[in-house]
């Protein structure tokens, strides 16, 4: 089980905030959410199971943000699990 915590946050109000875990090893989506906000800042706490069918795997949490300008921002950053 691995645990996601993160903050997003723009000078302006945000209009959602999508995120994202792929298992990059076998090319398949884990988890994929949307979060719809008026909020300048917001937190995501959140988890994934990743119930391995193999001895390890590489995974990517992606988040993309808009705001209620309509501007787009996205962030990867990638994890090793291992079983």
Do not use: C, P
């Not at 990059?24 to 937190?43: P, W």
């Amino acid at each position: 089980n691995v645990k996601l915590n993160f903050k997003v946050s723009d000078n302006v109000r945000m209009q959602k905030v999508k995120w994202m875990v792929t298992n990059t090893t076998i090319d398949s989506v884990y988890l994929e959410r949307t979060e719809i906000t008026n909020e300048k800042e917001i937190t995501i706490l959140d988890s994934v199971t990743t119930n391995l069918t193999t001895t390890m795997a590489d995974f990517i949490v992606s988040i993309e943000a808009i705001d209620s300008a309509g501007n787009k921002a996205t962030s990867n950053k990638g994890f090793h699990v291992m079983n």
